[in-house]
C-alpha cells in the first residue's frame, strides 16, 4: 500500500467565531443590565433623598445608583424644622409611588432601602443630616 499523503482540512470557523459572538452577547446584556440598575436605583434614591434646601454637603460616601451611599449634610435650620421637611417629602413619596403602576417605580421601590436621620449639630447651631441609600445590595 503506497503511503499518500493525508488531505489537508479545511478550518472551520464557525465553532470559535460562534463562541466569541455568544460571549459578546451576554457582556452586551449584562452591561445593558447593570446600566439599567443603576439609572432605577439612582431615580429611585434621588427621589426618597433629596438634600436638604439650602444645606451644605459636608461629606458623601458613594453616590446615589448601586451599592450603598451616605451623604452628611449640614444646614442652619433646627432638627425639628428639617425633619418635618423630610417627613412630609419621605412620606408624598410613599403614598405616590404605592399606588403607581409604573413598572420602574415599583422596581425602585422593591430594590431601594432609604433611611435619614436629623440631629442637632455639633456646635448648637442648626443641623446634622444624615442621608443613606442602599440598592441592589
Known amino acids: ?9 479545511r478550518r472551520d470557523w464557525r465553532g470559535p467565531i460562534g463562541c466569541v459572538v455568544v460571549i459578546g452577547g451576554i457582556a452586551a446584556c449584562l ?4 446600566f ?7 431615580a429611585g ?13 459636608v461629606s458623601q460616601l458613594g453616590s446615589f445608583g448601586m451599592g450603598t451611599t451616605v451623604i452628611v449634610l449640614a444646614s442652619d435650620d433646627e432638627p425639628d ?8 417629602i419621605t412620606g408624598e413619596y410613599a403614598r ?13 421601590r422593591s430594590l431601594t432601602r432609604a433611611d435619614w436621620d436629623v440631629t442637632a449639630s455639633e456646635d448648637g447651631s442648626g443641623s446634622q443630616i444624615i442621608l443613606f441609600g442602599t440598592c441592589v445590595n
Not at 45 to 57: C, F, I, T
Open 96 to 108: 405616590e409611588s404605592i399606588g403607581s403602576t409604573d413598572p420602574v417605580v415599583q422596581a425602585s
Open 81 to 88: 424644622v428639617v425633619r418635618a421637611w423630610y417627613g412630609n
Open 36 to 42: 439599567s440598575l443603576d439609572a432605577i436605583c439612582r
Open 45 to 57: 434614591l434621588s427621589q426618597r433623598l433629596p438634600n436638604y434646601p439650602d444645606a451644605e454637603v
Open 31 to 34: 452591561g445593558i443590565a447593570s
Open 1 to 9: 500500500m503506497p503511503d499518500r499523503p493525508m488531505p489537508k482540512r
